[in-house]
T-cell receptor
Framework: DQQVKQNSPSLSVQEGRISILNCDYT??????FLWYKKYPAEGPTFLIS?????DKNEDGRFTVFLNKSAKHLSLHIVPSQPGDSAVYFC????????????????FGKGTHLIIQP | DTAVSQTPKYLVTQMGNDKSIKCEQN?????MYWYKQDSKKFLKIMFS???????INETVPNRFSPKSPDKAHLNLHINSLELGDSAVYFC????????????FGPGTRLLVL
């Protein structure tokens, strides 16, 4: 019962173009969403987040879009650079607005982004 | 300055042994977590600690026990290791709880032979 799904195991994009990574979730109680980037043999590194009261958040080359009605979020990277090649994890959390207790993040399985020169 | 650190980075051991993994954060965060990344690459929450109290405890075997000597440390003790415990274990921390951004350590790669 995967509550967070990343249906593309890998994605190949040319350098300079836009990379779009997608994520779907099933639990409508999630109210905080994050994207993490992971290089081999390292821990996940926080990239960008968005709360459920917003539909867009931008930070430099990274933009996250949230479509609550579709239970879908996406990460846009533009322009894509060679250093962006990594595994990207989508994660979701309960409790930002629901007043719940401490919860771990629920992760998707990740998408391996490959930026081609 | 490493924000969240774990030791050891690699751990190879025999079935039945008892081992510990240490985690320290210098971010001044109140909540710390342990995650397991299994062979299918899923990252799953195991435990979290907030102000030295266990907040959640997912359905992990009781051979696993988190121990927090202070707010900056959350160690993971594993008794009677089994083959299926082989995985990468990540420590993380966040300022508060409930929807806070979590910051991860580099991971400990455990191999049980």
């Amino acid at each position: 019962d995967q509550q967070v799904k990343q249906n593309s195991p890998s994605l190949s994009v040319q350098e300079g173009r836009i990379s779009i990574l997608n994520c779907d979730y099933t639990n409508s109680m999630f109210d905080y969403f994050l994207w993490y980037k992971k290089y081999p043999a390292e821990g996940p590194t926080f990239l960008i987040s968005i709360s459920s009261i917003k539909d867009k958040n931008e930070d430099g080359r990274f933009t996250v879009f949230l479509n609550k009605s579709a239970k879908h979020l996406s990460l846009h990277i533009v322009p894509s650079q060679p250093g962006d090649s990594a595994v990207y994890f989508c994660a979701a959390s309960l409790g930002l607005y629901s007043g719940g207790g401490a919860d771990g993040l629920t992760f998707g399985k990740g998408t391996h982004l490959i930026i081609q020169p | 300055d490493t924000a969240v650190s774990q030791t050891p980075k690699y751990l190879v051991t025999q079935m039945g042994n008892d081992k510990s993994i240490k985690c320290e954060q210098n971010l001044g965060h109140d909540t710390m977590y342990w995650y397991k990344q299994d062979s299918k690459k899923f990252l799953k929450i195991m435990f979290s600690y907030n102000n030295k109290e266990l907040i959640i405890n997912e359905t992990v075997p009781n051979r696993f026990s988190p121990k927090s000597p202070d707010k900056a440390h959350l160690n993971l003790h594993i008794n009677s290791l089994e083959l299926g415990d082989s995985a990468v274990y990540f420590c993380a921390s966040s300022q508060g709880y409930g929807g806070e951004t979590q910051y991860f350590g580099p991971g400990t790669r455990l191999l049980v032979l």
